[in-house]
Structure formats: C-alpha cells, structure tokens
C-alpha cells in the first residue's frame, strides 16, 4: 500500500507564497496519480490539483489556476504544491492522495471518494 505524509502548512499573508510537501512511500508508484484537496472549516472537501507520476501531466481547479502549481519529484517520490498569490479563501486543511490511474486525468471525476489513499493533512492559514 501506499502512505502519504504532508508538510509545509503555516501561516502567510495574502498575496504570499507556500510550498507543500507530500512524501510518498509503498509500491508502484509509476500507476497513480497524485492529487491535493482542501477542506475549509464547514465546507466539503475539494478538489485542487493532480499529477501523474508516469508523464507529469497536470491538471487543476478552476479556482486555483495560474496561482498554484503541482510538481513531482520521481527520485525522492515526492508532489509538492506550489501555492502563489494566496488569498484568505485558500485557508483550509491541505491533504494529499493518491488514485491508481495514470490517463485521462484531465477527464477524471476528482472526488475524495475516488481516492485509494489519504494523507493526514497540513493546516494552511492566509491572513487578510
């Protein structure tokens, strides 16, 4: 199985700039895709962005595009989420998952119910 484990939540201002870590662990890793969600207090949680390990290719909410941008890393098998530009609606918990499918993710239902693995999450705070 695959475990998942974020970093890089904190406090920043509006209009800063955060980097998230998930570090991933487990098996053949070349068959997923790896996403971020986000869960604001109250409300459901969201899709944000994805990856696939195999190609790179990207794919993000409307919300987050041009500010944000999902990376990865084959070598020490790690995504990271380059947040810019935050605004006070970015705070929420940052979670990591990972999905076995590594095609189409552009046409991807991105629910968190379709996800196989989750991480803990990592607390991002943007102050106004």
């Known amino acids: 199985q695959v475990q998942l484990v974020e970093s890089g939540g904190g406090l920043v201002q509006a209009g800063g700039s955060l980097r998230l870590s998930c570090a991933a662990s487990?098996?053949?890793?070349?068959?997923?895709?790896m996403a971020w969600f986000r869960q604001a207090p109250g409300k459901e949680r969201e899709f944000v962005a994805a990856?696939?390990?195999?190609?790179?290719?990207?794919y993000y909410a409307d919300s987050v595009k041009g500010r944000f941008t999902i990376s990865r890393d084959n070598v020490k098998n790690t995504v990271y989420l380059q947040m810019n530009s935050l605004k006070p609606e970015d705070t929420a918990v940052y979670y990591c998952?990972?999905?076995?499918?590594?095609?189409?993710?552009?046409?991807?239902?991105?629910?968190?119910?379709?996800?196989?693995?989750w991480g803990k999450g990592t607390l991002v705070t943007v102050s106004s």
């Open positions: 487990g098996r053949m890793f070349s068959r997923y895709a």
């Open positions: 990856i696939t390990w195999s190609s790179g290719s990207t």
């Open positions: 998952a990972a999905v076995l499918r590594d095609y189409d993710i552009s046409a991807y239902n991105w629910t968190p119910g379709g996800m196989d693995y």
